[in-house]
């Protein structure tokens, strides 16, 4: 036994001598890695090889952790370094070490041009590369420079409007639609949650804003169709978004005329290496927005006070674990590799948000002049009430990210939205509707001159609704080979969501001395249903110039028992060129896209509830190409997409503003062709521009109209934007900002009249915004900016509708006591100022 014992002793000592006199050779090495955005790349593998000494027969594999980092111990001499990460170009590096050395080898990876992803901004010089992923579209400006695109609204949705296929007729409103669809088809994502909007909501005036914060963002992703079975069940698109992930204490503040927000992110410290971030961050972004002068622009004179406040938080904690042993495999072919431990498995993650919102008005007159140069109307109207909109929503979620293998990461999310609205209204108005003197040479010219109609009119309504949901989901991505080639994505949700609904409204109308109540509802529903969604998706790359993805979703809901399967498939190819990466590339998308019922859609015209609704059903035909080229010096993009969209069971709705309403039926079937092109780059150096170009038709055939195929409320066949920067040339501190946005006038026509249902169409759309940008500079250069830790103030003034065009968003229907029903015209805003004041520091 003592033999044992005094062996056991000698191994041990032996082993404590081997390793001090190793850890006194030995250097420390580490090796950091972040992408041309300055942000770090995780789950890189880096693979070092012993040049200068046949010892080491093994490379030694390293992965990086969540701040881009790993660090190991190395014998002196010569070593060759290699960076692999799907997605990023390879890099490699010899370098020399001695004993008992402290080395930091940081690098920065490029994306490749070809793979797949999902980025469409980023803040890297070259703003005209590929889209990562298939038909999600690049959008060519850099988060910084996000909030330099003229707009009223500090969200990332109303600076969609100069993309190709997207479509914002209201500059009050941050909805649109997209290739022909509705503002309900449309996913919105942020850091992986799924975003709701309100559900009562009637014009744009009430909306306040969108719910993401311009200011917070890191990336953005927006496809107009063809999106892969990972993203959830909608017909039209999907706009992804991903908020910072703070590396150091800094903030904004920002004062204007209409929005005042407050942004301020931090990292925890790092007892162990201060060069580096700590294991928490934070990052709380605040709002407030108001739109009382813009609205003071409009034909509705009265008393207008909206508010609408929120904050935004996200929390992120990285628990320190003890790195797991690397352990060494062997291939068929005898090769032999390391299969690296993993860097901090865990990532913890809270999102914490709240909107409160009320929008009130106190009408006192009308007075809108409408018609052609030969038949002018003008209606008048005197109001007295009020009209009040309210609602206060959160959405909350929790995530938890874990990575047991450098090839398995699992996701793990709950999240929670409620939102609780009312909209109250009672409003009496007289009316009276005349012809307009056109003669220039009469003395009562531009006078009213004969009366058509005169009445009155009182609208009342009490509707209340409240909407819950819970959510639990899991996601898996899981690398199929060690090179990351190939990947399996799967994932599995469960959603229980709650609806109280109360809708009781009325019109009545006072005309000729007869009054009468029309378009009376009443009606209270409480629904609850279960959902359960799934998908299963894989990623394949065939060669360097071949991208292969295929996936499906299933989704199933209580309500209506529906099961659904939609098969969806991408490819990409890019010609090969044998000494530079290829300036073309193609893409083909097809696939099912179903979209159950939310709430709304099961809610017809007079309040009732079809809760036998099935999902519409859209088949998506896409193709598209990129294309790259650099003139005068600068880089330049095209892109072109064509689309065909089959769609069935869809059901039919109206629009009145921004508010639908469903016929609760699903007796359609439509479809939606069209194109779309933008032409992006640098036509000043260093500042991104872009035009674009979109062609549509949309067209429907109601079962029960027997008129066959006429307009959908969407079919805008044209819609040209641009959005164009240029600064002085030995000045350019000072900028200017150009948005201009046209689209062909929407079909509309009489509410609730099937067989005039789209017969007219509406003028055009036309906006012109322009703003200028000034870099303010202190007077005493960087050691005093650094002193008051002020990075940079801007001052910007920007000029909306500067040709104060009349943008018609809706029609008021007047109608007398013999249904005869006249069409006003509501515009939209006219010529506003604003200005703003943005500090970073």
Same mark, same amino acid.
């Not at 081997?18 to 790349?41: M, T």
């Not at 503040?253 to 929005?259: K, N």
């Not at 199933?556 to 991408?570: C, E, G, I, M, T």
């Given at each position: 036994?003592?033999?044992?014992?005094?062996?056991?002793?000698?191994?041990?000592?032996?082993?404590?001598?081997?390793?001090?006199?190793?850890?006194?050779?030995?250097?420390?090495?580490?090796?950091?890695?972040?992408?041309? *955005?300055?942000?770090?790349?995780?789950?890189?593998?880096?693979?070092?090889?012993?040049?200068?000494?046949?010892?080491?027969?093994?490379?030694?594999?390293?992965?990086?952790?969540?701040?881009?980092?790993?660090?190991?111990?190395? %014998?002196?001499?010569?070593?060759?370094?290699?960076?692999?990460?799907?997605?990023?170009?390879?890099?490699?590096?010899?370098?020399?070490?001695?004993?008992?050395?402290?080395?930091?080898?940081?690098?920065?990876?490029?994306?490749?041009?070809?793979?797949?992803?999902?980025?469409?901004?980023?803040?890297?010089?070259?703003?005209?590369?590929?889209?990562?992923?298939?038909?999600?579209?690049?959008?060519?400006?850099?988060?910084?420079?996000?909030?330099?695109?003229?707009?009223?609204?500090?969200?990332?949705?109303?600076?969609?409007?100069?993309?190709?296929?997207?479509?914002?007729?209201?500059?009050?409103?941050?909805?649109?639609?997209?290739?022909?669809?509705?503002?309900?088809?449309?996913?919105?994502?942020?850091?992986?949650?799924?975003?709701?909007?309100?559900?009562?909501?009637?014009?744009?005036?009430?909306?306040?804003?969108?719910?993401?914060?311009?200011?917070?963002?890191?990336?953005?992703?927006?496809?107009?169709?063809?999106?892969?079975?990972?993203?959830?069940?909608?017909?039209?698109?999907?706009?992804?978004? %991903?908020?910072?992930?703070?590396?150091?204490?800094?903030?904004?503040?920002?004062?204007?005329?209409? %929005? %005042?927000?407050?942004?301020?992110?931090?990292?925890?410290?790092?007892?162990?290496?201060?060069?580096?971030?700590?294991?928490?961050?934070?990052?709380?972004?605040?709002?407030?927005?108001?739109?009382?002068?813009?609205?003071?622009?409009?034909?509705?004179?009265?008393?207008?006070?909206?508010?609408?406040?929120?904050?935004?938080?996200?929390?992120?904690?990285?628990?320190?674990?003890?790195?797991?042993?690397?352990?060494?495999?062997?291939?068929?072919?005898?090769?032999?590799?390391?299969?690296?431990?993993?860097?901090?498995?865990?990532?913890?993650?809270?999102?914490?948000?709240?909107?409160?919102?009320?929008?009130?008005?106190?009408?006192?007159?009308?007075?809108?002049?409408?018609?052609?140069? *030969?038949?002018?109307?003008?209606?008048?109207?005197?109001?007295?009430?009020?009209?009040?909109?309210?609602?206060?929503?959160?959405?909350?979620?929790?995530?938890?990210?874990?990575?047991?293998?450098?090839?398995?990461?699992?996701?793990?999310?709950?999240?929670?939205?409620?939102?609780?609205?009312?909209?109250?209204?009672?409003?009496?108005?007289?009316?009276?509707?005349?012809?307009?003197?056109?003669?220039?040479?009469?003395?009562?010219?531009?006078?009213?001159?004969? #009366?058509?109609?005169?009445?009155?009119?009182?609208?009342?309504?009490?509707?209340?609704?409240?909407?819950?949901?819970?959510?639990?989901?899991?996601?898996?991505?899981?690398?199929?080979?060690?090179?990351?080639?190939?990947?399996?994505?799967?994932?599995?949700?469960?959603?229980?969501?709650?609806?109280?609904?109360?809708?009781?409204?009325?019109?009545?109308?006072?005309?000729?001395?007869?009054?009468?109540?029309?378009?009376?509802?009443?009606?209270?529903?409480?629904?609850?249903?279960?959902?359960?969604?799934?998908?299963? *998706?894989?990623?394949?790359?065939?060669?360097?110039?071949?991208?292969?993805?295929?996936?499906?979703?299933?989704?199933?809901?209580?309500?209506?028992? *529906?099961?659904?399967?939609?098969?969806?498939?991408?490819?990409?190819?890019?010609?090969?060129?044998?000494?530079?990466?290829?300036?073309?590339?193609?893409?083909?998308?097809?696939?099912?896209?179903?979209?159950?019922?939310?709430?709304?859609?099961?809610?017809?015209?007079?309040?009732?509830?079809?809760?036998?609704?099935?999902?519409?059903?859209?088949?998506?035909?896409?193709?598209?190409?990129?294309?790259?080229?650099?003139?005068?010096?600068?880089?330049?993009?095209?892109?072109?997409?064509?689309?065909?969209?089959?769609?069935?069971?869809?059901?039919?709705?109206?629009?009145?503003?921004?508010?639908?309403?469903?016929?609760?039926?699903?007796?359609?079937?439509?479809?939606?062709?069209?194109?779309?092109?933008?032409?992006?780059?640098?036509?000043?150096?260093?500042?991104?521009?872009?035009?674009?170009?979109?062609?549509?038709?949309?067209?429907?055939?109601?079962?029960? #109209?027997?008129?066959?195929?006429?307009?959908?409320?969407?079919?805008?066949?044209?819609?040209?934007?641009?959005?164009?920067?240029?600064?002085?040339?030995?000045?350019?501190?000072?900028?200017?900002?150009?948005?201009?946005?046209?689209?062909?006038?929407?079909?509309?026509?009489?509410?609730?009249?099937?067989?005039?249902?789209?017969?007219?169409?509406?003028?055009?759309?036309?906006?012109?915004?322009?703003?200028?940008?000034?870099?303010?500079?202190?007077?005493?250069?960087?050691?005093?900016?650094?002193?008051?830790?002020?990075?940079?103030?801007?001052?910007?003034?920007?000029?909306?509708?500067?040709?104060?065009?009349?943008?018609?968003?809706?029609?008021?229907?007047?109608?007398?006591?013999?249904?005869?029903?006249?069409?006003?015209?509501?515009?939209?805003?006219?010529?506003?100022?604003?200005?703003?004041?943005?500090?970073?520091?």
């Amino acid at each position: 036994m003592r033999h044992y014992l005094h062996f056991l002793l000698s191994v041990g000592f032996g082993c404590v001598f081997l390793s001090n006199l190793y850890a006194q050779e030995s250097a420390f090495v580490r090796v950091k890695i972040k992408d041309r *955005q300055n942000h770090p790349i995780d789950s890189v593998i880096i693979q070092l090889t012993r040049v200068s000494n046949e010892k080491d027969i093994f490379p030694k594999l390293l992965l990086t952790d969540s701040s881009g980092i790993a660090t190991t111990f190395l %014998t002196p001499g010569t070593w060759q370094i290699n960076i692999k990460k799907s997605s990023y170009l390879e890099q490699s590096q010899r370098f020399e070490i001695s004993p008992a050395q402290k080395l930091l080898l940081p690098f920065v990876l490029a994306e490749k041009e070809y793979l797949l992803g999902t980025t469409i901004i980023r803040d890297e010089k070259n703003t005209t590369d590929f889209g990562k992923e298939p038909f999600l579209q690049n959008f060519p400006i850099r988060p910084k420079d996000i909030n330099r695109i003229p707009s009223p609204k500090s969200d990332i949705e109303s600076r969609l409007a100069t993309l190709p296929g997207v479509v914002i007729n209201n500059e009050f409103s941050s909805q649109y639609r997209v290739r022909g669809g509705n503002f309900d088809e449309n996913l919105i994502y942020v850091n992986g949650v799924e975003i709701y909007r309100p559900q009562l909501v009637r014009s744009g005036q009430m909306e306040g804003l969108g719910f993401t914060n311009a200011n917070l963002v890191k990336e953005v992703n927006f496809s107009a169709g063809g999106f892969p079975a990972r993203y959830g069940d909608k017909l039209s698109s999907v706009l992804e978004v %991903t908020y910072n992930t703070p590396e150091k204490f800094q903030g904004s503040a920002e004062i204007g005329l209409l %929005t %005042t927000q407050f942004n301020l992110e931090g990292v925890s410290r790092n007892r162990e290496d201060s060069t580096q971030p700590g294991r928490f961050t934070w990052l709380v972004g605040a709002r407030r927005f108001n739109l009382s002068s813009l609205l003071n622009k409009t034909d509705n004179r009265g008393d207008y006070r909206p508010s609408f406040y929120d904050i935004q938080s996200v929390f992120s904690y990285t628990p320190k674990i003890k790195t797991r042993a690397s352990k060494f495999r062997t291939t068929r072919k005898g090769e032999t590799y390391e299969v690296p431990g993993i860097l901090d498995p865990w990532k913890f993650t809270a999102i914490l948000t709240g909107a409160y919102n009320q929008f009130l008005f106190f009408p006192s007159s009308r007075f809108t002049t409408f018609g052609s140069l *030969q038949a002018v109307l003008r209606l008048y109207v005197a109001q007295d009430g009020r009209e009040e909109m309210s609602y206060l929503t959160n959405t909350n979620a929790f995530i938890a990210e874990h990575r047991p293998s450098y090839r398995l990461k699992l996701r793990y999310i709950v999240s929670t939205f409620r939102s609780i609205e009312a909209e109250r209204f009672d409003v009496e108005g007289a009316y009276r509707l005349s012809d307009v003197n056109t003669n220039t040479a009469s003395e009562d010219y531009g006078e009213s001159v004969f #009366d058509r109609s005169i009445g009155g009119q009182i609208n009342h309504g009490r509707n209340y609704l409240t909407a819950t949901v819970y959510a639990a989901e899991q996601q898996t991505i899981w690398f199929l080979d060690r090179h990351f080639k190939h990947t399996l994505q799967a994932g599995f949700r469960y959603q229980y969501q709650h609806i109280d609904d109360q809708l009781e409204e009325y019109v009545g109308l006072d005309s000729a001395g007869y009054f009468k109540i029309i378009d009376r509802i009443k009606s209270a529903h409480s629904v609850s249903s279960h959902r359960y969604q799934g998908y299963a *998706q894989t990623q394949w790359k065939l060669s360097p110039q071949h991208v292969l993805v295929t996936g499906i979703r299933m989704n199933y809901w209580d309500l209506n028992n *529906q099961l659904l399967a939609s098969p969806r498939v991408q490819f990409v190819y890019t010609p090969h060129l044998k000494d530079s990466v290829s300036p073309l590339q193609f893409r083909l998308a097809s696939g099912w896209y179903q979209q159950p019922p939310f709430y709304r859609e099961l809610r017809d015209f007079n309040g009732n509830l079809n809760t036998q609704l099935k999902a519409q059903r859209s088949l998506h035909f896409i193709g598209g190409a990129d294309y790259k080229f650099n003139s005068w010096g600068r880089p330049f993009k095209i892109l072109v997409e064509a689309y065909y969209k089959k769609i069935d069971n869809v059901i039919p709705y109206e629009i009145d503003n921004v508010r639908i309403r469903y016929y609760a039926t699903n007796q359609a079937k439509a479809y939606a062709y069209g194109l779309d092109t933008r032409l992006n780059g640098e036509f000043i150096k260093g500042v991104d521009s872009w035009f674009s170009m979109g062609l549509l038709r949309t067209r429907e055939d109601l079962a029960f #109209d027997n008129r066959g195929y006429i307009q959908r409320p969407s079919n805008q066949w044209l819609t040209l934007g641009m959005f164009f920067q240029d600064e002085m040339p030995h000045n350019p501190t000072f900028k200017a900002h150009i948005q201009v946005i046209y689209g062909t006038g929407l079909p509309f026509g009489p509410p609730r009249v099937v067989d005039q249902r789209n017969v007219f169409n509406a003028p055009a759309y036309r906006r012109f915004d322009i703003g200028f940008s000034k870099l303010l500079t202190l007077r005493s250069s960087q050691e005093r900016r650094k002193k008051l830790s002020v990075e940079s103030i801007w001052a910007s003034i920007e000029v909306y509708n500067i040709l104060a065009t009349n943008n018609v968003v809706s029609y008021t229907w007047i109608k007398d006591i013999y249904n005869t029903q006249f069409a006003v015209p509501n515009y939209l805003s006219n010529r506003m100022l604003n200005a703003r004041v943005l500090v970073r520091f």
